[in-house]
């Protein structure tokens, strides 16, 4: 028995800048979902905005700020240094505001062109634990991911992540989607049949220029951590194929629409969300929902606590015993931890317990984030909550960090990255983002 209806979301990624043939397929496209009155979001890499306003495109660069869900898409895609490339290479702190100033231009350039982006979603495998902590200061607090490329897993609906909403949703597309049209027609309209049944957030994610290319643009001009010189345009299809491959996007885009599935874009399945809110909350009441699901996200009568909030709700529960009840707000995630090899250990003494829950509250008054273990004396956040909870407690592992892939089921075969590209710091950061990590309450009708 379906519970849930399903819900879906198409993306557009629109990037090319160098093929004048997929501004073409972008426009087809536009046309193609509004005659069926699907919605779709649509993510922009600036240089592609400039190319449009080059190629004398103003009518597309009309037509595409009419849409109610734009992202961007980074400034340049996969020109070296990629995104990921520059930050691995820096601290956190660094990478944080090198972010910002790198893609600071391009998010003006699809102001200035189109709109303003309300959602960022990262160019192929460039995915960085940074986005999440400083889009606010770029106009954006949405982080639409898919799971192909993210460090975090498939999640069923949205999250909190950092600072931001984070969409993490699986791709039920073939891979190539649309180089592959029209030949994989009926395989993508059979994986979005199945869905029907299955219930939860799927996507569905699409390059306009495929329609028209043989091979990807950034492959043939970026692959494997080198720049061609001189850029070229990707090798386009003939023309009756490029017509069959935006006919059977057409075929596509009708056969799904008559699915019994609930269509969404970035913002209206945004709309269904509440805003993060402050959580009050009983002791009694989160120890039991910790013993029942783990030192991780949980479930509260209020809504849901992080890692984090959880934690510094028990620091403050230790430090006023005669607290019966504590308010909760967004606890951000220490500036350094790494995940523990072993997180086993004897409960502090009651004094110890004491102090620590106090430098705890302290740090979250001042900092808005949990402290370092330097902070604490060398006492570590998994020691410090084994202690806060009651005796019994057996299991303390950190079950947030299940949220993060597996190395080996990341995206860094991406073939613009460099052979053996291996971001380590990006990973560990990643871990590390995850003590705030928690699904978003939905809106109650």
């Given at each position: 028995m379906q519970l849930l209806k399903a819900k879906g979301l198409i993306r557009f990624d629109i990037e090319d800048y160098l093929t004048q043939e997929s501004d073409d397929a972008l426009e087809h496209m536009l046309g193609t979902m509004r005659k069926a009155g699907m919605p779709a979001s649509y993510g922009l890499v600036a240089r592609k905005v400039d190319a449009l306003k080059r190629n004398g495109r103003m009518a597309l660069l009309h037509e595409l700020s009419q849409e109610p869900a734009l992202g961007f898409h980074s400034t340049s895609h996969s020109a070296h240094p990629t995104i990921a490339e520059e930050l691995a290479l820096l601290p956190y702190e660094a990478a944080r505001a090198r972010f910002v100033e790198r893609e600071r231009p391009g998010v003006r350039t699809v102001v200035d062109q189109v709109g303003q982006p309300r959602y960022f979603t990262q160019p192929g495998g460039n995915w960085v634990p940074e986005a999440a902590e400083v889009l606010p200061q770029l106009g954006m607090d949405l982080y639409f991911t898919d799971s192909f490329n993210s460090y975090v897993v498939d999640l069923p609906g949205p999250y909190w992540y950092g600072n931001v909403l984070l969409y993490s949703f699986p791709v039920v597309n073939?891979?190539?989607?649309?180089?592959?049209?029209?030949?994989?027609l009926n395989e993508a309209i059979s994986l979005v049949e199945e869905q029907v049944d299955r219930g939860g957030v799927f996507m569905v994610m699409l390059h306009p220029t495929e329609l028209v290319t043989q091979k990807f643009w950034d492959a043939v001009n970026f692959a494997h951590g080198t720049t061609r010189d001189p850029l070229i345009p990707a090798p386009v299809r003939p023309l009756s194929e490029q017509r069959a491959a935006l006919e059977s996007f057409a075929k596509y885009v009708q056969e799904i629409r008559r699915l019994d599935i609930e269509w969404y874009n970035s913002e209206t399945l945004r709309a269904t969300v509440e805003p993060k809110r402050a959580i009050s909350v009983r002791r009694a009441e989160l120890?039991?929902?910790?013993?029942?699901?783990?030192?991780?996200?949980?479930?509260?009568?209020?809504?849901?606590?992080?890692?984090?909030?959880?934690?510094?709700?028990?620091?403050?529960?230790?430090?006023?015993?005669?607290?019966?009840?504590?308010?909760?707000?967004?606890v951000g995630a220490p500036w350094e931890w790494q995940a523990p090899a072993n997180v086993s250990g004897e409960r502090l003494p009651e004094t110890r317990r004491q102090w620590a829950a106090t430098l705890i509250v302290q740090c979250v008054e001042?900092?808005?984030?949990?402290?370092?273990?330097?902070?604490?004396?060398?006492?570590?956040?998994?020691?410090?909550?084994r202690s806060f909870m009651d005796e019994n407690l057996r299991d303390v592992r950190p079950v947030f960090l299940d949220y993060i892939k597996e190395p080996s089921k990341l995206h860094w075969d991406w073939?613009?990255?460099?052979?053996?590209?291996?971001?380590?710091?990006?990973?560990?950061?990643a871990q590390r983002l995850a003590w705030t990590l928690k699904p978003a309450d939905p809106v109650i009708a």
């Amino acid at each position: 028995m379906q519970l849930l209806k399903a819900k879906g979301l198409i993306r557009f990624d629109i990037e090319d800048y160098l093929t004048q043939e997929s501004d073409d397929a972008l426009e087809h496209m536009l046309g193609t979902m509004r005659k069926a009155g699907m919605p779709a979001s649509y993510g922009l890499v600036a240089r592609k905005v400039d190319a449009l306003k080059r190629n004398g495109r103003m009518a597309l660069l009309h037509e595409l700020s009419q849409e109610p869900a734009l992202g961007f898409h980074s400034t340049s895609h996969s020109a070296h240094p990629t995104i990921a490339e520059e930050l691995a290479l820096l601290p956190y702190e660094a990478a944080r505001a090198r972010f910002v100033e790198r893609e600071r231009p391009g998010v003006r350039t699809v102001v200035d062109q189109v709109g303003q982006p309300r959602y960022f979603t990262q160019p192929g495998g460039n995915w960085v634990p940074e986005a999440a902590e400083v889009l606010p200061q770029l106009g954006m607090d949405l982080y639409f991911t898919d799971s192909f490329n993210s460090y975090v897993v498939d999640l069923p609906g949205p999250y909190w992540y950092g600072n931001v909403l984070l969409y993490s949703f699986p791709v039920v597309n073939p891979r190539p989607f649309g180089l592959g049209l029209p030949g994989n027609l009926n395989e993508a309209i059979s994986l979005v049949e199945e869905q029907v049944d299955r219930g939860g957030v799927f996507m569905v994610m699409l390059h306009p220029t495929e329609l028209v290319t043989q091979k990807f643009w950034d492959a043939v001009n970026f692959a494997h951590g080198t720049t061609r010189d001189p850029l070229i345009p990707a090798p386009v299809r003939p023309l009756s194929e490029q017509r069959a491959a935006l006919e059977s996007f057409a075929k596509y885009v009708q056969e799904i629409r008559r699915l019994d599935i609930e269509w969404y874009n970035s913002e209206t399945l945004r709309a269904t969300v509440e805003p993060k809110r402050a959580i009050s909350v009983r002791r009694a009441e989160l120890v039991a929902a910790v013993q029942r699901e783990g030192f991780g996200p949980v479930k509260v009568r209020g809504g849901y606590l992080s890692a984090a909030e959880a934690l510094y709700a028990l620091a403050r529960f230790e430090s006023t015993p005669g607290n019966v009840v504590v308010t909760i707000g967004q606890v951000g995630a220490p500036w350094e931890w790494q995940a523990p090899a072993n997180v086993s250990g004897e409960r502090l003494p009651e004094t110890r317990r004491q102090w620590a829950a106090t430098l705890i509250v302290q740090c979250v008054e001042r900092q808005g984030r949990l402290p370092d273990r330097k902070d604490l004396g060398g006492v570590t956040l998994e020691q410090a909550f084994r202690s806060f909870m009651d005796e019994n407690l057996r299991d303390v592992r950190p079950v947030f960090l299940d949220y993060i892939k597996e190395p080996s089921k990341l995206h860094w075969d991406w073939p613009i990255f460099p052979e053996n590209f291996r971001p380590w710091r990006l990973y560990r950061d990643a871990q590390r983002l995850a003590w705030t990590l928690k699904p978003a309450d939905p809106v109650i009708a």
